[in-house]
């Protein structure tokens, strides 16, 4: 499978943007973000039939999660953006058993930039 994050691009405070990831086959689903300077941070997951998220504490209420399976596509929806969102966005695949669990990710795409502006 080969995985590509798309939708970033520059958005004020508040607002608000959808990164799709294109994923086909049963795997759960992680979206990860790095800032400059930072270590990459996990931001949730799904998991291969889209009834179970999860979400790193920082983006809980904001950010969703979805996926449709029919089109091969994984959503990460951003509300509420914030400066500290901006950071360059990659989506991760695995069939692995303790994936989630342990959001750990063997598959990765190119990540696409997000940029909050104030």
């Known amino acids: 499978v080969q995985l590509q994050a798309s939708g970033g691009g520059l958005v004020q405070v508040g607002g608000s943007l959808r990164l799709s990831c294109a994923v086909s086959?049963?795997?759960?689903t992680g979206w990860f973000r790095q800032a400059p300077g930072k270590e990459r941070e996990f931001v949730g997951d799904i998991n291969w039939n889209g009834d179970r998220t999860t979400y790193v504490d920082s983006v809980k209420g904001r950010f969703t999660i979805s996926r449709d399976n029919t089109k091969n596509t994984v959503y990460l929806q951003m509300n509420s953006l914030k400066p500290e969102d901006t950071a360059v966005y990659y989506c991760a695949a695995d069939r692995r058993p303790w994936s989630m669990t342990n959001h750990e990710y063997s598959i990765w795409g190119q990540g696409t930039q997000v940029t909050v502006s104030s």
């Open positions: 086959g049963s795997y759960a």
